[in-house]
């Protein structure tokens, strides 16, 4: 799969909000029909309104936990069965709650391993496809992020799975292309969360985090030109994309 997006389908995580909404709005503007899953009840009014926006026929209203596996995997199906075809999944749901770090591993890291193998059940082995996972610069920096480890452990996760399935599907003579997007902070109501944790932290945290990250917010529309780019551009594969407010895209050197 590579170049345009027109007439492709789509499946992206986290639809409602954020990055996933910023992102389903970017392919549905260039063509693709969209499977849009999200846990959120805010998840009808969405699709509602990109379908009027784009078509009530390009986007599917897919509600679903995607720590529950089997729930998951219905509607990876139901995306195919109702549009035909999955040529582009975007994992990417998520959330930051390092209280309840076992349920952060389960969304934030095993839905991104599930969601890869639905994809790669249901992709044609002909056509291809192609998988973008939502990492985070804590993924890469977890040294910096002290404020947030289970967070950052979940998001390094996504990035060495990216890798070894990278390797894998290519050794294997699969035609998927698989990389992860690693933005820093991003103005959602996740930042929000984050930030409400960061500022009860003791004095010597906030003063090692603040000297070492960018205190600045990206806006979701920035990331999902990211995402376009490692969607549509067939020489990226198992790239790793960073998004900074300071520095903008920089892929992370092999
Ligand atoms: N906002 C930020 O600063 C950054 C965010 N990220 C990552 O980007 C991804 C998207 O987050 P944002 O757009 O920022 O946040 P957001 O809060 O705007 O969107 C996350 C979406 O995921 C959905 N979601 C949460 N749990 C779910 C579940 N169990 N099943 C299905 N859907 C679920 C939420 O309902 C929400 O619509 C996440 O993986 C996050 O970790 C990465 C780096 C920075
Ligand atoms: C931690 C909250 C980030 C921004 C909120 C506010 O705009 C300013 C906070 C002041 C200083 C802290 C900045 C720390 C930033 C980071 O460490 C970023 O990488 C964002 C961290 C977590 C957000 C989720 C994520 O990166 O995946």
Redesign the pocket.
């Known amino acids: 799969m590579s170049g345009r997006v027109s007439g492709l389908v789509a499946l992206v995580?986290?639809a409602?909000?954020?990055?996933?909404l910023a992102t389903s709005r970017h392919l549905l503007k260039s063509g693709a029909k969209v499977g849009a899953?999200?846990?959120?009840t805010n998840l009808k009014s969405t699709c509602d309104t990109l379908g009027k926006e784009f078509g009530s026929s390009n986007i599917a209203y897919l509600p679903?936990?995607?720590?529950d596996d089997d729930a998951l995997k219905s509607a990876f199906k139901e995306t195919k069965e109702q549009f035909g075809s999955l040529d582009i999944v975007v994992n990417?749901?998520?959330?930051?709650d390092e209280d309840n770090w076992g349920k952060l591993l389960k969304?934030?890291l095993q839905s991104v391993i599930s969601g890869t193998y639905n994809a790669m059940e249901l992709m044609s082995p002909d056509k291809g496809g192609v998988i973008v996972n939502?990492s985070?610069?804590a993924g890469l920096r977890p040294g910096t992020h002290l404020f947030c480890p289970a967070y950052s452990a979940a998001k390094s996760g996504i990035i060495a799975f990216t890798k070894a399935m990278k390797n894998n599907l290519e050794l294997r003579g699969i035609k998927i292309r698989i990389n992860s997007i690693c933005?820093?902070?991003?103005e959602?109501?996740?930042?929000l969360e984050?930030a409400k944790l960061f500022y009860s932290m003791p004095q010597p945290i906030i003063d090692a985090v603040t000297a070492s990250s960018s205190t600045e917010v990206m806006k979701?529309e920035f990331i999902a030109e990211g995402i376009m780019e490692l969607i549509t551009d067939a020489s990226k594969n198992g790239a790793i994309l960073m998004a900074e407010p300071d520095k903008g895209f920089t892929y992370v050197e092999e």
């Open positions: 995580t986290g409602a909000s954020g990055i996933g899953i999200d846990i959120s679903c936990d995607v720590s990417n749901a998520g959330i930051f969304v934030n939502t985070s610069i933005p820093a902070g991003v959602t109501p996740l930042v984050a979701p």
